[in-house]
């Protein structure tokens, strides 16, 4: 059997890791909004573009791929030979992505197994690795989808931004949005919590935060009793994304890879310029 991977734009795959990746990976991008006009998401709107909108407060908002971009998707993978897809995406709860997969999957001309990843970024991004390692080794269907499922639950993920403004316009704020009274008087450190942002800790400056994303890493990877792969993911805060994944070079001895990226529009319209995000992501089991 012949199980293709299909994933969407915020996965956040830096392109190296595409073309090394041991199976072909198809990317669906999510669309962005500003000012009125609508654009794909790592084809014509860069993560320059969306941090200029959000300082000059331009309206910016996100929509989903639509079911016929996936059935187009999945019929071009039947065609290419596939004889299964898992198609893998963020979080039901932030998107409705799964749903227009799920409804594209009842149309597909070859069995497609949806993951929700319950997740986003490179949390996600690594699941979708790791199913494309399974395919490539010949595993079936269900099993590259229980591979991704298996990865992308493992993972963690803690984010700091510089304000829940962004969060709370795009109504992904969920249980944190109890911080926003407070805002202006704290540093808040978000995280994961089965596919929904909850508050993690409330620091008072930006470099209390920045130390204590590296100290919840640390545990996080020492936890995992294995190797672990890493990724720290950026909105316009390169230097501190870099300074960052050295820190944690240092203290983690069970690293694998270690990704430094940028966010991209999508998830980047939600939580604005500033952010940086720490991926802690254990390998699955041979």
């Given amino acids: 059997m012949s199980v ?7 996965a956040y ?22 000012g009125g006009r609508e654009h794909r998401e790592g ?8 941090s200029a909108a959000l300082r ?18 999945y ?9 299964g897809i898992v198609s893998i995406h963020l979080s039901s709860d932030m998107s409705g992505t799964c749903q227009s997969a799920q409804l594209a999957a009842q149309q597909s001309p070859v069995p497609v197994e949806v993951v ?12 979708v690795l790791s199913a494309a390692a399974a395919s490539a080794a010949g595993r079936d269907l269900t099993d590259v989808a229980a591979v991704a499922r298996w990865r992308s639950e493992a ?21 944190a949005s109890a911080l926003v009274g407070s805002a202006l008087a704290i540093k808040p450190i978000l995280t994961l919590v089965d596919g929904s942002i909850r508050p993690l800790e409330r620091v008072r400056t930006s470099s209390r935060a920045l130390a204590r994303l590296v100290e919840l890493a640390v ?13 720290v993911q950026h909105l316009d805060s390169v230097a501190r994304a870099q300074s960052l994944a050295g820190q944690l070079r240092e203290r983690i001895e069970n690293v694998g890879d270690l990704v430094v990226g940028e966010l991209g529009a999508v998830v980047g319209a939600h939580v604005g310029p500033g952010t940086l995000a720490v991926v802690v992501s254990p390998r699955p089991p041979s």
């Fill in 75 to 83: 019929e071009a993978a039947a065609a290419a030979g596939a004889t």
């Fill in 43 to 50: 084809v014509d709107i860069t993560t320059d573009d969306l």
């Fill in 4 to 10: 293709a991977i299909i994933t969407d734009s915020t």
């Fill in 219 to 231: 545990t996080a990877a020492t936890g995992s009793g294995g190797v672990v792969d890493l990724a």
């Fill in 155 to 175: 993972a963690t993920v803690a984010f700091y931004v510089d304000t829940l403004e962004h969060l709370r316009r795009g109504g992904r704020i969920g249980a």
């Fill in 13 to 34: 795959l830096p392109a190296a890791l595409l073309t090394a990746a041991p199976a072909p990976i198809t990317v669906v991008p999510l669309h962005v909004v500003l």
């Fill in 56 to 73: 000059k407060f331009t309206p910016v908002s996100t929509s989903r791929p639509t079911p016929h971009v996936f059935l187009d998707a």
């Fill in 116 to 127: 929700d990843s319950r997740s986003l970024g490179m949390a996600m991004g690594y699941a």
